[in-house]
RNA sequence: GGCCGGGUAGCUCAGUGGUAGAGCAGCGCACUUUUAAUGCGCGGGCCGCGGGUUCGAUCCCCGCCCCGGUCACCA
């Protein structure tokens, strides 16, 4: 992610996050770190420039060392203490220290290791299974058994989230800490691990808080602290004990019991600098969620948004309803659908590009205010700004034309950005926006007359648009290609398309678009060639399409036939011919105006995002 | 699909035609309020995959795989 700003928002127990997001402040102010984009590929560095000064003497101490006579324990099999005590793991592992040396030259090492986990050819393996690390935390394990400790027990009996217990009780001073003696029992993943010897201190997380837990020998049963000395970071503990502040004032738990819950046996990524390849970040979105905190207030932020566009409709009337995914003539929109089988039918069927016209079909059958929230899925590129399946919300309101809808959706877009940042002003880049209506509006043809008259330093006119030749010429003197299928409102989209959407980023709804490539869409009572629509950009991104429905259905056959001799004269895409679909509308559908909403779009805009990766879980990657 | 950048230890990153480095993480020792704990010591690498050039390739060349950016296609 592009790192969002606006979502460290101050917990107070959360310490990583704090100073990582202190990182984030630093990055800003170049005094202070590195700041080199030359040794990272996803930004800048951010580490403080003590730590290459550290590098810098760790080497030079290095040098010296190899100059100085060989360590007495050099080529000796080390069996370290903590695996004496019955660790067959271990016992493995220093016996083969030796040889894997001395067998790295001949290869035989490397062979057996091949034999038993191939690599997929090309690929990297983010975990070795058998590396020392994993060798030691399944040691570990097998230790945990041996005390009689069930390492995944069944249940753990919770008092409090780390969350409730620092919104709770995270404000009290010391005094009034001791006096209070709070004994709590909490349980989250371990994310840090200090050890004195005989005081310990842990960094429990439960995903939404974290919190520090003392460890004692003194104070804890001796079954406890020798859990204690097993543990990894990221093993899954709970903990019993009294709350009070250390001497640095840190809030701590001190704990009198300890439980195991779940062992981690793959190491994590590293505590300061957390996880930041992309890659991995993506694919594997669960470490992303363990180290990132940012990551899963990401998501918290995007479980908001939604939860707050379904309570905004819900209040003024609307039924939320789910309609096919799958279907047998994909329609709605221009995009190419994944086509699949359904075997017991043996049919083809289609992933949905929109569900515009079954909701339609809703109105039609009486339900005034209908909305979904759901996936649709177009087979087309992947880019930055497009995820083959995406999120998209669409409502369809009776009695209303798309002069309403606008209304509706600046109010829904304020409302939103308020119940999600608590906002209504946010940050994109390097651009503030602001969502305060009433959001400026600009007709399509004036949007871009106005731009190619600048681009090109002449006076464009409105009838330069209207005929397909004059169009065409203006596209050509403007450098931009055009097929023979294009008719003029197809062109003006396309120039528009290239001039116009970058410049608008404040929020703004162009309105007023050629018939010709809205064949959904109600004409204007003035001008059969252009019909009551709109696109709302912000930041340059398309948010939202919509427009009053067409509902005459003589009207709508005869833009779906247009459609299909525009496809008859070479154009690609084109809406297919719903034969049930007109049906509907001759059985009547009241006067209705209807909006889809890009949620993925939405949220980048929230969270500052710049790809729309970053702010779905689990986006599509080539499979590996 | 074209072009550009990247893939080195579990993570974050340096580096070189001649036995591969750091920090964090891991292991050992010390340490009873630390917090990127500290100090000392020790392990850990098919340098994305395959081929070529070379006495010798992680490095140079070719091909491939994966990721990112960008353009094109595509709404």
């Not at 101490?61 to 203490?81: W, Y």
């Not at 029992?185 to 429990?204: D, M, P, Y």
């Not at 009433?438 to 005929?467: H, M």
Request: hydrophobic share 40%; net charge positive.
């Amino acid at each position: 992610m592009g790192g969002g700003p606006r979502l460290d928002g101050g917990r107070p127990a959360d310490v990583l996050a704090a100073r990582r997001a202190a990182g984030e402040r630093a990055r800003a102010r170049p005094p202070g770190v590195c700041g080199s984009a030359r040794h990272g590929r996803g930004g800048p560095c951010r580490r403080p420039r003590s730590d290459h000064r550290r590098g810098g003497r760790a080497l030079a101490s290095r040098a010296d060392e190899r100059d100085g006579p060989p360590h007495p324990a050099a080529g000796r099999v080390r069996v370290p203490a903590r695996a004496r005590h019955a660790v067959a793991g271990r016992h493995q592992r220093g016996a083969r220290a030796r040889p894997h040396v001395q067998h790295r030259r001949c290869g035989a090492v490397h062979q057996r290791a091949a034999r038993r986990h191939p690599p997929p050819a090309g690929t990297r393996m983010t975990t070795t299974e058998d590396s020392d690390q994993v060798l030691q935390r399944r040691a570990n394990l097998e230790e945990l058994r041996r005390l009689g400790v069930a390492p995944y027990p069944n249940r753990f009996d919770r008092q409090a989230t780390v969350a409730e217990i620092v919104s709770a009780h995270g404000g009290k001073s010391a005094e009034e800490l001791d006096a209070a003696r709070i004994t709590t029992r909490t349980a989250g993943r371990i994310l840090a691990i200090r050890s004195f010897g005989k005081a310990n201190f842990l960094v429990l997380g439960d995903g939404q808080a974290r919190i520090q837990v003392y460890i004692r020998e003194d104070s804890l049963p001796a079954r406890d602290f020798r859990i204690f000395k097993l543990l990894d970071f990221g093993d899954w503990v709970g903990v019993e004990g009294r709350l009070f502040r250390t001497k640095t004032r840190e809030f701590t738990v001190w704990a009198s019991r300890l439980e195991f819950l779940a062992k981690c046996l793959l190491p994590l990524p590293e505590k300061w600098h957390g996880l930041t390849d992309v890659e991995i970040r993506f694919r594997q979105r669960y470490l992303d969620l363990i180290v990132n905190p940012e990551a899963r207030q990401l998501f918290e932020l995007r479980s908001r948004a939604v939860t707050a566009i379904r309570e905004f409709l819900v209040a003024r009337g609307f039924l939320e309803v789910e309609t096919p995914m799958l279907q047998s003539l994909p329609g709605g929109a221009l995009a190419r659908p994944f086509v699949t089988h359904h075997n017991a039918l043996d049919v083809p069927l289609y992933m949905r590009v929109a569900p515009e016209l079954y909701l339609k079909r809703l109105v039609v059958g009486g339900i005034e205010r209908v909305f979904e929230i759901n996936r649709n899925f177009r087979n087309e590129g992947m880019s930055a700004q497009h995820n083959p399946e995406f999120t998209m919300l669409e409502f369809y309101w009776s009695y209303a034309d798309y002069t309403d809808l606008m209304s509706l959706t600046e109010d829904l877009l304020v409302d939103v950005a308020r119940q999600a940042l608590g906002a209504d002003e946010l940050q994109y880049g390097d651009r503030a926006i602001s969502l305060k209506a009433p959001f400026r509006r600009l007709r399509l043809r004036e949007a871009v007359r106005a731009a190619a008259s600048r681009r090109l330093g002449v006076e464009v006119a409105e009838g330069d648009l209207r005929a397909r030749d004059r169009a065409a010429a203006l596209a050509a003197r403007l450098g931009i290609e055009v097929t023979p299928g294009m008719e003029a409102g197809a062109i003006t989209v396309d120039i528009f398309e290239r001039l116009c959407e970058d410049e608008l980023v404040q929020p703004t709804f162009v309105h007023d678009f050629p018939t010709e490539v809205s064949p959904l869409s109600k004409q204007t009572q003035d001008d059969p060639e252009t019909v009551e629509r709109f696109e709302l950009y912000v930041a340059g991104m398309e948010i939202a399409n919509a427009f009053s429905e067409l509902n005459d259905p003589a009207e709508q056959r005869r833009r779906f036939e247009a459609q299909l001799s525009a496809r008859a004269a070479g154009q690609e895409q084109t809406h297919a011919l719903d034969e049930d679909y007109v049906r509907a509308l001759e059985y009547g559908m009241p006067p209705a105006a209807g909006a889809g909403i890009g949620i993925d779009r939405l949220v980048m805009l929230l969270t500052n995002s710049h790809s729309i990766r970053d702010v779905i879980l689990f986006p599509l990657m080539r499979p590996r």
